[in-house]
Nanobody, 120 residues
């Protein structure tokens, strides 16, 4: 059974920092592209950051320079360090694991999400 369990969300003041963690089980973690997505109230879910199995990263433009994604394959964990948080970063943040199998086939898993609220 695949599980992605997020933690680290909470309430933070504007300009503050949070570090989200995602613990994965039931998958060969090192093979997966791991990502963080978020859904703000009334909006579609959007990409925050990705990290490949080789450690390459990609970020949404609005997160570049403020957020850092990392992974620890030994611990089956992926992390999101969020700095200089803004009220518009308020959202539910989701962990994602994706593995392309070829020929259009893939495995894709989601965590339950963790709430991040940026407010004074």
């Amino acid at each position: 059974q695949v599980q992605l369990v997020e933690s680290g969300g909470g309430l933070v003041q504007p300009g503050g920092s949070l570090r989200l963690s995602c613990a994965a089980s039931g998958i060969i973690f090192r093979l997966y592209v791991m990502g963080w997505y978020r859904r703000a109230p009334g909006k579609e879910r959007e990409l925050v950051a990705l990290i490949t199995s080789g450690g390459s990263t990609d970020y949404a433009d609005s997160m570049k320079g403020r957020f850092t994604i990392s992974r620890d394959n030994a611990k089956n964990g992926v992390y999101l360090q969020m700095n200089s948080l803004k009220p518009e970063d308020t959202a539910v943040y989701y962990c994602n694991a994706r593995l392309e199998l070829g020929a259009g086939s893939y495995r894709n898993y989601w965590g339950q999400g963790t709430q991040v609220t940026v407010s004074s």
